[in-house]
């Protein structure tokens, strides 16, 4: 049911006596469906206080913030790419050797044993541009009483430089996963930000509806004890004998649909509540908790109403502010770094290898000399340069990625032209809407004021015999439809500005703790659009 049915709420038709009865029965129905708040503490609730609950427990809030912490690892986890590695190694062996019968006699031994001790420790980093740098050095050691009787002690250290020329090289290859991850770390901060102006503007349109519903409430409810005070003077005239018994009837009958009436908009109210309740995100056992509001709809004046120039100018520049056209428009900038890079990754490739390095040797046995092997009796420097070629015949796999990158660059675009086109709509329609319930509540207050002299009228001439009740009541289901059409009105013009507000997100809001947002933020349009006096 649309809210406009939930504020309006049409006339029973039938006889007196089943409408009395239906009425009792629904109500009956309403009481079991709907718990009774008045027995738990209620608390009254404004307008800033509700928003303000939704910026600390709203769950789509708390998504979004997971969402750019889950972003912020990605980035964090493609940085890594680029992390110094370090390794170290080492090896101890020891082999057996059986001699021949001639190197058994020659050395006097039937075999003997090699004792091997390896030490290794290098660094290596891939850059961004797409080099890789290492170093590593490295000593060996070898003892044995026939091959290496003087247990040579060697040392070696290299430093390499490998470069891509073709695949992989530059920034925009070897870091484009980097980058593209930094993009999407930026968009969903925007879609943070998103997020808390879609969840205030929700709970600022659930607010004003739970108000709008009280209003209805209370206003159904003086119609009920209007409509019981006619009866009452039904009764006393119709004891003069000014006015037929039947007069009694119908006042009951009016009686008893007002009452259906103010049961059903009762039933609005707690379902009013429960949708505020879950906007801002408190528990289910608390929504009985939420009093009645504090704050009334945002008052209406002439002089608040944008010119055209001034709305021109606003539509122009709607686009600065919204987060998710920014967030589109980063993905969209990732989308071309990832194309980019598999435009890239379709070359060969061709890398040059160039290394530098120099030797060392200490004979000796003891342990020691394991550590001088890098400093004593050196030698070089030892030269390295190679070419590496490779490319695969059909290229498949490139080519594929470079054909999906190329969709998805085309989406995203896609996506940013139809954002914009739909911010110039969400914007010219709030304005619409804002326009046309200005002019709407204007005229169903002047309705409101009519009607209520109208009906004053009636009844004292109903009194005096001169008019019906039915005319009576007539004119009281117009007093009572005009005051819901002027609370339809108040309640489409206070969403509609926040409607405005969101669709150019003029809601100043920082990331949490640090929130800042004040009441005129919420109920009156954006300062750009005030009319100069």
């Given at each position: 049911m649309s809210?406009t049915?939930?504020?309006?709420?049409?006339?029973?038709c039938l006889?007196a006596p089943l409408l009395?009865?239906?009425?009792?029965?629904f109500?009956?129905?309403v009481?079991?469906a709907?718990?009774d708040?008045?027995a738990?503490?209620?608390?009254?609730?404004?307008l800033?206080e509700a928003?303000?609950?939704?910026?600390q427990?709203?769950?789509?809030?708390k998504?979004?913030?997971?969402?750019?912490?889950?972003?912020?690892?990605?980035?964090q986890?493609?940085?890594?790419?680029f992390d110094?590695v370090?390794a170290?190694?080492?090896?101890?062996s020891?082999?057996y050797?059986?001699?021949?019968?001639?190197e058994?006699e020659?050395?006097?031994?039937?075999d003997y044993?090699t004792d091997?001790?390896?030490?290794?420790?290098?660094l290596s980093?891939y850059?961004?541009?797409?080099?890789t740098v290492s170093?590593?050095?490295?000593v060996s050691?070898?003892?044995?009483?026939?091959?290496?009787?003087t247990?040579?002690n060697?040392?070696?250290v290299?430093?390499?430089?490998?470069q891509?020329?073709?695949?992989?090289r530059g920034r925009?290859?070897?870091a484009?996963?980097e980058?593209?991850?930094e993009?999407q770390l930026?968009a969903?901060r925007?879609?943070?930000?998103?997020?808390?102006a879609?969840q205030?503007?929700?709970?600022v349109?659930?607010?004003?509806?739970?108000?709008?519903?009280?209003?209805?409430?209370e206003?159904?409810?003086?119609?009920?004890?209007?409509a019981?005070?006619?009866?009452?003077?039904t009764?006393?005239l119709?004891?003069s004998?000014?006015i037929?018994q039947t007069d009694i009837?119908?006042?009951?009958?009016d009686?008893?649909a007002?009452?259906?009436?103010?049961?059903?908009a009762?039933?609005a109210?707690?379902?009013?509540?429960q949708a505020?309740?879950?906007a801002?995100?408190?528990p289910?056992?608390s929504?009985?908790t939420?009093g009645?509001t504090?704050?009334?709809?945002?008052?209406?004046?002439?002089k608040?109403?944008?010119?055209k120039?001034?709305?021109?100018s606003?539509?122009?520049?709607c686009f600065s502010?919204?987060?998710?056209?920014?967030?589109?428009?980063?993905?969209?900038?990732a989308?071309q770094?990832?194309?980019a890079?598999?435009?890239n990754n379709?070359l060969p490739q061709?890398?040059l290898t160039i290394?530098?390095?120099?030797s060392a040797l200490d004979?000796?046995?003891?342990?020691?000399?394991?550590r001088?092997?890098?400093?004593?009796d050196?030698?070089?420097?030892n030269?390295?340069?190679?070419l590496?070629?490779?490319?695969?015949?059909?290229?498949?796999t490139?080519?594929g990625?470079?054909?999906?990158a190329?969709a998805?660059?085309?989406?995203?675009?896609?996506?940013v032209?139809?954002?914009?086109r739909q911010?110039?709509?969400d914007?010219?329609?709030a304005?619409a809407t804002?326009?046309?319930n200005?002019?709407s509540?204007?005229?169903s207050?002047?309705?409101?004021r009519?009607f209520?002299r109208?009906?004053?009228?009636?009844t004292t001439?109903?009194r005096?015999?001169?008019?019906?009740?039915l005319?009576?009541?007539?004119v009281?289901?117009?007093?009572?439809?005009?005051i819901?059409?002027?609370?339809?009105?108040?309640r489409?013009?206070?969403?509609a500005?926040i409607?405005?507000?969101?669709?150019?997100?003029l809601?100043?809001?920082a990331?949490?703790p640090?929130?800042?947002?004040?009441l005129?933020?919420?109920?009156?349009?954006?300062?750009?659009l005030?009319?100069q006096?």
């Amino acid at each position: 049911m649309s809210r406009t049915a939930l504020l309006r709420l049409s006339n029973v038709c039938l006889p007196a006596p089943l409408l009395v009865g239906c009425t009792w029965a629904f109500a009956v129905l309403v009481t079991v469906a709907v718990p009774d708040a008045s027995a738990e503490e209620t608390q009254r609730i404004g307008l800033l206080e509700a928003v303000r609950h939704t910026l600390q427990h709203n769950p789509n809030v708390k998504l979004s913030q997971f969402d750019v912490e889950a972003s912020r690892g990605a980035l964090q986890q493609e940085s890594g790419s680029f992390d110094t590695v370090s390794a170290v190694s080492g090896e101890v062996s020891r082999e057996y050797t059986i001699l021949t019968s001639v190197e058994r006699e020659q050395a006097g031994i039937d075999d003997y044993d090699t004792d091997g001790t390896t030490l290794s420790a290098g660094l290596s980093r891939y850059l961004r541009t797409g080099q890789t740098v290492s170093v590593e050095a490295s000593v060996s050691r070898l003892a044995d009483d026939i091959s290496y009787p003087t247990t040579p002690n060697a040392g070696a250290v290299q430093f390499a430089l490998l470069q891509p020329l073709l695949k992989g090289r530059g920034r925009d290859a070897a870091a484009a996963n980097e980058s593209q991850a930094e993009k999407q770390l930026a968009a969903s901060r925007y879609d943070l930000q998103r997020s808390i102006a879609e969840q205030i503007a929700a709970t600022v349109a659930a607010y004003w509806d739970y108000h709008a519903s009280q209003r209805v409430l209370e206003t159904l409810k003086q119609s009920e004890q209007r409509a019981e005070r006619r009866l009452e003077d039904t009764k006393a005239l119709v004891a003069s004998g000014e006015i037929p018994q039947t007069d009694i009837e119908q006042s009951a009958a009016d009686l008893a649909a007002r009452a259906a009436r103010r049961v059903k908009a009762e039933a609005a109210v707690f379902a009013a509540r429960q949708a505020l309740g879950i906007a801002i995100g408190i528990p289910n056992d608390s929504f009985s908790t939420l009093g009645e509001t504090t704050n009334s709809f945002p008052t209406l004046e002439t002089k608040d109403l944008p010119s055209k120039a001034q709305i021109a100018s606003f539509l122009a520049t709607c686009f600065s502010q919204r987060s998710d056209l920014h967030a589109a428009e980063l993905r969209a900038e990732a989308a071309q770094i990832v194309l980019a890079a598999t435009k890239n990754n379709e070359l060969p490739q061709l890398d040059l290898t160039i290394g530098a390095g120099y030797s060392a040797l200490d004979e000796g046995s003891p342990l020691g000399r394991l550590r001088t092997a890098l400093s004593e009796d050196s030698s070089g420097p030892n030269l390295l340069a190679s070419l590496t070629y490779s490319f695969p015949v059909e290229n498949n796999t490139a080519q594929g990625l470079r054909v999906q990158a190329e969709a998805l660059l085309a989406q995203r675009k896609i996506l940013v032209e139809e954002l914009q086109r739909q911010i110039r709509s969400d914007v010219a329609t709030a304005f619409a809407t804002i326009e046309g319930n200005f002019f709407s509540y204007q005229q169903s207050q002047a309705a409101v004021r009519a009607f209520e002299r109208s009906l004053e009228n009636e009844t004292t001439k109903q009194r005096m015999g001169l008019s019906s009740i039915l005319l009576v009541q007539q004119v009281e289901d117009q007093l009572t439809s005009a005051i819901l059409d002027n609370i339809q009105a108040a309640r489409d013009y206070a969403v509609a500005i926040i409607s405005l507000r969101l669709a150019s997100e003029l809601l100043p809001v920082a990331e949490e703790p640090h929130y800042q947002l004040s009441l005129n933020d919420l109920i009156t349009l954006p300062p750009t659009l005030a009319q100069q006096q």
